[in-house]
């Protein structure tokens, strides 16, 4: 590998953001690294200022294609990363100069999983989160104990930002971010944790994280806030990819079953904000994967379960946003 780290920055019209963002990425104290820009068709200014950072550090590569969506562009950048591990970081968001440094001081001989820690930053409020991990910093741990944190403890599961990464082992499980989706990093995370035993922990607050931007994924409001996640659950737990989750121990599978199902329940609440066509999808494509709905967490999930199986997705749906 030619580089420690590679640090792949998909962007999307971000022309007001990106320079903050590879400003923070050039202002590491640790310097073995590459940077991997892609331009995922932007419509605005941003394929300029990209080039135009291009031209600042050698370290900075570029690609350039159609709009493909988020996991494309991140799957564009896997493909020509050289680093010994991947480091993700969103366009809109920031890191701290010393975050590479870190990670290559808790990176252990073999590691191919480090769960780190990042920071929410509302425009009235900023919240650090995963304080415990500070005390396992540098610290390895076992696959169930890794598997209890993320799935469990950590106040963030999935985003793939969270965790730097093998290159190695991604390129031995073939692993990429599921195209056409808006939850790709639920899928991409689970199948992460179910790739490897060989985790580090991070404590050191990195990653700020830039919440509600206008225009951003996160803020959208389609019937696919909540189908994708129930197709990404199903998948695992009911459909073509169960072999994965039946791969791991009982405990395990089960922990990872029910942190999928809450993920389910919880894009439930964006039901309310949809017009009656997204609706009446959401209402279908729930009736259509029934089965999963037999984990349900918490008692409002029972309680949804069982109004769904006597009065019907609709009615169960009304009951569900009045509990949420």
């Known amino acids: ?49 990209c080039e135009e950072w291009c031209t600042k550090d050698s370290r900075i590569k570029l690609i ?54 990042l920071a929410e930053d509302y425009s009235d409020r900023f919240i650090e989160q995963d304080f415990q991990l500070v005390k396992y910093d540098g610290m390895s741990a076992s696959v169930d104990e890794a598997i209890e944190w993320i799935m469990n403890k950590s106040q963030s599961t999935w985003p793939s930002v969270k965790y730097v990464i093998s290159n190695e082992m991604i390129k031995k499980n073939n692993l990429r971010f599921k195209i056409g989706i808006i939850n790709e990093d639920i899928e991409w995370t689970t199948r992460v944790c179910t790739s490897t035993n060989n985790y580090v922990y991070c404590g050191y607050l990195w990653y700020i994280h830039r919440m509600n931007r206008t225009g951003s994924i996160s803020t959208l409001r389609s019937s696919k806030q909540i189908t994708d996640v129930i197709d990404i659950a199903y998948e695992f737990i009911d459909g073509n990819e169960r072999s994965t989750l039946r791969a791991c121990n009982d405990r395990n599978r089960r922990i990872i079953e029910l942190r999928l199902m809450k993920s389910v329940y919880a894009s439930l609440a964006h039901y309310k904000n949809m017009d009656s066509v997204s609706k009446k999808r959401a209402i279908a494509y ?39």
């Open 286 to 324: 729930i009736n259509e994967h029934k089965s999963i709905f037999r984990y349900a967490p918490y008692f409002r999930h029972r309680l949804f379960n069982i109004v769904m199986k006597l009065c019907g997705v609709r009615i169960a749906m009304e009951m569900y946003e009045l509990l949420t």
């Open 64 to 117: 350039t294609k159609a709009n493909g969506g988020l996991s494309s562009a991140r799957n564009a950048g896997l493909e020509v990363a050289s680093g010994e591990y991947i480091v993700f970081v969103d366009s809109d968001d920031t890191i701290k100069n010393e975050s590479l440094y870190f990670f290559d001081r808790a990176l252990h001989s073999g590691t191919d999983v480090l769960i780190t820690r």
């Open 1 to 49: 590998m030619a580089f420690r780290f590679s640090v792949i920055v998909p962007c999307y019209n971000v022309e007001a953001y990106v320079d903050e963002c590879i400003q923070s990425i050039l202002s590491q104290t640790f310097n073995d690294y590459e940077v991997i820009m892609v331009d995922d068709g932007s419509t605005d200014r941003t394929h300029i200022k």
